[in-house]
Antibody
Framework: QVQLVESGGGVVQPGRSLRLSCAAS????????MHWARQAPGKGLEWVAV????????YYADSVRGRFTVSRDNSKNTLYLQMDSLRVEDTAAYYC?????????WGQGTLVTVSS | QSALTQPPSASGSPGQSVTISCTGT?????????VSWYQQHPGKVPKLIIY???KRPSGVPDRFSGSKSGNTASLTVSGLQAEDEADYYC???????????FGGGTKLTVL
């Protein structure tokens, strides 16, 4: 069965960095584009970044462009989100999701708290 | 990357039907047939319930249906049940060179 397991969240001070990982299993990871999405406490969903199946294309939300970098290692079936220059407003649950135009499977999420 | 517009709330009694709208522009909802709907219960992970405007993933009851007219997509829940009470989010492609966009979400209450 398809499984997506995020890790790497935690509490970090503003301006610092954090790297999230998403370990995929149960499907051919290298055949699927992948998303990162986030949800601030009590707020709605926001797409953060998407990466094509082969890493050839990457797109970002305006709110994170230039600070966040999405990448993948198809040999390790793992998706990454490098988050630099973190801001208080980046505080959210971060989810990885399978697919580009259709996010059909989601991980359980990892919580990122940016606070001084 | 402007968010799609959804009503903040909707409600209906058990057995009734309710429709939630999702309004975008010709650059997203109106321009592509990649509209999806997600259901999220409190404290849970979003679940895909409609994709490509009107298709249901395996296991999603046929009480859930989707449609689109111009720049507005709609989710209809027929025969409302208590377990349908949740937040619903629409999402649309905004072109192959862009990230998709979500709606602000609609809280569905079953009275």
């Amino acid at each position: 069965q398809v499984q997506l397991v995020e890790s790497g969240g935690g509490v970090v001070q503003p301006g610092r960095s954090l790297r999230l990982s998403c370990a995929a299993s149960g499907f051919t990871f290298s055949s699927y584009g992948m998303h990162w999405a986030r949800q601030a406490p009590g707020k709605g969903l926001e797409w953060v970044a998407v990466i094509w199946y082969d890493g050839s294309n990457k797109y970002y939300a305006d709110s994170v462009r230039g600070r966040f970098t999405v990448s993948r290692d198809n040999s390790k079936n793992t998706l990454y989100l490098q988050m630099d220059s973190l801001r208080v407003e980046d505080t959210a649950a971060y989810y990885c999701a399978r697919g580009v135009w259709i996010a059909d499977y989601w991980g359980q999420g990892t919580l990122v708290t940016v606070s001084s | 990357q402007s968010a799609l517009t959804q009503p903040p709330s909707a409600s209906g009694s058990p057995g009734q039907s309710v429709t939630i709208s999702c309004t975008g522009t010709s650059s997203d909802v109106g321009g592509y047939n990649y509209v999806s709907w997600y259901q999220q219960h409190p404290g849970k992970v979003p679940k895909l319930i409609i994709y490509e405007v009107n298709k249901r993933p395996s296991g999603v009851p046929d009480r859930f249906s989707g449609s689109k007219s111009g720049n507005t997509a709609s989710l209809t829940v027929s025969g409302l049940q208590a377990e349908d009470e949740a937040d619903y989010y629409c999402s649309s492609s905004a072109g192959s060179n862009n990230l998709g966009v979500f709606g602000g979400g609609t809280k569905l209450t079953v009275l």
